[in-house]
């Protein structure tokens, strides 16, 4: 069964930062690209970061850039997300997205990220 658990979400004053975790289980982790998402509220759920299987890294909203790192640890099947500098607007539900298995994409249940001014 594929599992994917996020933790690290909660709430912080901004400026401060962050390391959401995305521990992972149920499919073979390094052979997967994987990524992180976040849903404002009210809005739709939008791109933040991805990593491929060879460490290649792709910051999808220009909004984090320069702000957030997205890093695996294929030892121990976990994927980071190092959030900095947050603002309000960072605020949100993040979710880990894991891998497409026989047409069926994999998510986590999400992490809260709210962000005081």
């Known amino acids: 069964e594929v599992r994917l658990v996020e933790s690290g979400g909660g709430l912080v004053q901004a400026g401060a930062s962050l390391r959401l975790s995305c521990a992972a289980s149920?499919?073979?982790?390094?052979?997967?690209?994987l990524g992180w998402l976040r849903q404002a509220p009210g809005k739709e759920r939008e791109g933040v970061a991805c990593?491929?299987?060879?460490?290649?890294?792709?910051y999808e909203n220009h909004s984090v850039r320069g702000r957030v790192t997205i890093s695996r640890d294929n030892a121990k099947n976990t994927v980071y997300l190092e959030m900095g500098r947050l603002k309000p607007e960072d605020t949100g539900v993040y979710y880990c997205?894991?891998?497409?298995?026989?047409?069926?994409?994999?998510w986590g249940q999400g992490t809260q990220v709210t962000v005081s001014s």
């Open positions: 997205k894991g891998p497409r298995i026989g047409g069926t994409d994999y």
């Open positions: 149920g499919f073979t982790f390094e052979d997967y690209n």
């Open positions: 990593i491929t299987i060879k460490n290649g890294v792709t």
